[in-house]
């Protein structure tokens, strides 16, 4: 919840004109956001805890609540106290090995890799418009390990920021992730399909061995946890109310209403190949 806040803030901030009413409200809404328990710093001992984060981790969301505060509300000093904790040493190894996501044997957190991405832009964005030119590099370069982890996957969202931002320095990666990204455009199933897709009907389907989330505990009474051994496309499945929460060994998928089921993930996408310059105007 706190990642979406925070990108839906930033994205009305930057999308309205100067001297449009709303952006006041933003700036008033970025200064009550430092109240609320996920953005609190310190946060308080009761009544306040993070089930998301241990406390002997350090945790970027106060920091990047309290440079957004500052840059909305002109305040320098809420944007130095961000970037002291968003220079932890924690936090800057952990955008080193990418910033979140995982992926061995058919195992990940699919929602967690969403989370990622919208942290990493939420982030990249901030810096961007601080003058700690380092630790921007640090995040902008955590899209591009990010996208490493997952290239085996299709994860054209992953693969647009990274070709995007131009942080794969070996030229092979850089034409594979744009690939990536420019198939998962040609690709999507839009308008989306209103029609169920049951994998385990296909004689090659064989289940994982691995259940997905294994972490929940409750594979053995949670038909959900079944996977399979084999991804599918996007042309080969139903794409439901937001895709890039979901993974590619879902055993089934489906149905959606397509005249109520947004097509954002697609804009999502979209959007990221324009403003990384993957794709122009006319494409």
């Known amino acids: 919840m706190g990642h979406g806040l925070k990108l839906g803030l930033i994205a009305g ?27 609190a710093n310190p946060r308080p001992a009761e009544g306040c805890r993070d089930p998301d984060n241990s406390p002997l981790f350090p945790d970027g969301d106060p920091g990047e609540a309290l440079i957004f505060a500052g840059i909305t509300n002109d305040d320098p000093a809420k944007v130095e106290a961000g970037l002291a904790i968003l220079n932890d040493p924690l936090l800057t190894l952990y955008a080193g090995i990418g910033g979140g996501p995982i992926y061995i044997y058919g195992i990940s957190d699919w929602s967690g890799n969403n989370l990622t991405l919208v942290g990493h832009l939420t982030q990249q964005w901030l810096l961007a418009r601080t003058a700690d030119v380092n630790l921007s590099n640090v995040w902008r370069n955590a899209s591009g390990e990010a996208w490493r982890v997952l290239r085996t996957l299709e994860m054209p969202v992953h693969a647009a920021l990274a070709a995007g931002l131009g942080v794969l320095t070996d030229p092979a990666q850089q034409a594979e992730a744009t690939e990536q990204a420019l198939w998962g455009l040609r690709s999507f199933p839009f308008p989306k399909h209103s029609y ?5 009907i296909r004689a090659d389907w064989v289940l994982s061995p691995y259940p997905s989330l294994p972490w929940k505990l409750d594979w053995t009474t949670n038909p959900g946890r079944m996977q399979g051994l084999v991804g599918h496309g996007m042309v080969e499945t139903s794409v439901d109310a937001y895709r890039w929460n979901a993974g590619p060994l879902d055993i089934t998928a489906g149905p959606v209403a397509p005249d109520t089921t947004p097509g954002v993930d697609y804009l999502f996408l979209y959007w990221m190949a324009r403003s990384g310059g993957l794709i122009g105007p006319s494409d």
């Open 13 to 39: 901030w930057d999308a309205l004109p100067a001297d449009d009413p709303l952006r006041p409200e933003i700036a008033a809404h970025a200064l009550a956001m430092l109240s609320l328990c996920e953005f």
């Open 196 to 200: 169920p897709v049951d994998y385990r």
